[in-house]
């Protein structure tokens, strides 16, 4: 598996924009579909937005509009930029990667919305 590294989170007022980025150890192997969920406090993980090696993404109907996934595949890393962020936002969001079938997460990294 490789190593995951986040960074990015922290404390935002509403309305305001965070960037996570997720870097990937090196990996022999193409990395295929990297995307990023979220668990807010007290509820379960969803899926926040997913994007595949040739770019084509989809989002939670919550976030659409307002957050935005990309990756470089010459660095490994995937990034999610979020816009007009909600204190439904609030959550630990977690990063992956898939390779071949296997699946390699992040440790997650800590979003909080408030003012």
């Known amino acids: 598996q490789v190593q995951l590294v986040e960074s990015g989170g922290g404390l935002v007022q509403p309305g305001g924009s965070l960037r996570l980025s997720c870097a990937a150890s090196?990996?022999?192997?193409?990395?295929?579909?990297m995307g990023w969920h979220r668990q807010p406090p007290g509820k379960e993980r969803e899926t926040v937005a997913t994007?595949?090696?040739?770019?084509?993404?989809n989002y939670v109907d919550s976030v659409k509009g307002r957050f935005t996934i990309s990756r470089d595949n010459a660095k490994n890393t995937v990034y999610l930029q979020m816009n007009s962020l909600k204190s439904e936002d609030t959550a630990v969001y977690y990063c992956?990667?898939?390779?071949?079938?296997?699946?390699?997460w992040g440790q997650g990294t800590q979003v909080t919305i408030s003012s």
């Open positions: 992956y990667v898939t390779i071949g079938a296997s699946r390699s």
């Open positions: 090196r990996s022999p192997f193409s990395i295929n579909d």
């Open positions: 994007i595949s090696r040739g770019g084509s993404t």
